[in-house]
């Protein structure tokens, strides 16, 4: 992946060993922070029900005064430079698509842990989207567990997790994941977990519009999309419950089967077209 091509952003706030943001709402655990929950039951062998529980806790004291660390090494680059490409990709798509100005979300690199405005986040989290900050988290500790997993090939695996947090941003802006939430909130169980569901597989397809505009420019190769896509395999309903429990219950998926998060994934990624994104038309998905 040739990232080092892409412009950097200025929205990143690097928090390491400066402290950590304590603004908290009393909304919960993040959609990001449970589908990345998932993530870290893979990569790091932790427990999913370990980390929401942390997720949950927090004050709802204002943000401390931070002071901000230099942004000078290669992850952190890495970060900034996929994050200003995920701007430049949907200002664009925005404007042609959308008809509206697209406001970029802010995200925050910590270590160790965080106190967003979902609560409170340990590194084990991995990346995560904070609907009422309207904010990214990530610990850069989780990019050196994937580059362990994943090896030389995980530049492109790492920007996947990053877009599918950018694609819950894109949802928030959209007014999609307040909808959502109203429907949950009447909702039983399982129309909750469908629409659970649904919200994260277009965020997979919107991450499939960014890695669209990546590989038209060149940016990536067909090696590195199909990591991407064994990403998304690998953080299916499915497969984590297959592995954690030893057998899959489809009625408690939360976030979508490996082969829907996969075809989403690709479809996004195919047609780089938004309307194409659609997860909540009535039917089989």
Not at 29 to 45: E, M, W, Y
Not at 72 to 79: G, Q
Not at 139 to 148: G, H, K, L, T, Y
Request: proline share 3%.
């Amino acid at each position: 992946m040739k990232w080092r091509n892409m412009r950097r952003s200025s929205n990143v706030q690097d928090v390491r060993g400066g402290g950590r943001s304590t603004a908290r709402t009393a909304g919960g655990v993040g959609i990001g922070g449970v589908v990345l929950a998932l993530l870290a039951s893979l990569v790091f062998g932790v427990d999913p029900s370990t980390v929401l529980s942390g997720l949950e806790g927090g004050d709802l004291s204002a943000p401390s005064n931070v002071q901000e660390a230099p942004i000078d090494d290669r992850d952190s680059d890495f970060v900034r430079a996929v994050l200003g490409d995920t701007e430049d990709v949907w200002s664009q798509v925005f404007r042609k698509q959308v008809g509206a100005e697209y406001q970029p979300p802010k995200l925050v690199l910590f270590s160790g842990s965080v106190n967003s405005a979902c609560g409170f986040a340990e590194a084990a989290t991995g990346p995560f989207y904070c609907p009422p900050d309207q904010k990214v988290y990530l610990d850069m500790s989780f990019f050196q567990r994937v580059q362990a997993t994943a090896g030389a090939d995980a530049d492109f695996a790492r920007s996947y997790a990053i877009a599918h947090e950018i694609g819950h941003h894109i949802q928030t802006l959209l007014g999609v994941s307040e909808q959502v939430r109203q429907l949950q909130s009447r909702s039983d169980e399982a129309t909750s977990n469908d629409l659970s569901v649904r919200l994260e597989l277009q965020a997979d397809c919107f991450a499939g519009v960014w890695g669209n505009s990546t590989a038209q420019r060149g940016l990536i190769n067909e090696q590195a999309i199909k990591g991407a896509l064994d990403t998304a395999a690998q953080i299916g309903d499915d497969y984590l419950q297959r592995r954690g429990r030893g057998y899959v219950v489809p009625e408690s998926f939360t976030h979508g089967s490996s082969e829907q998060r996969v075809s989403w994934f690709s479809r996004g990624l195919k047609t780089g077209d938004i309307q194409q994104c659609d997860t909540f038309t009535k039917g089989k998905i």
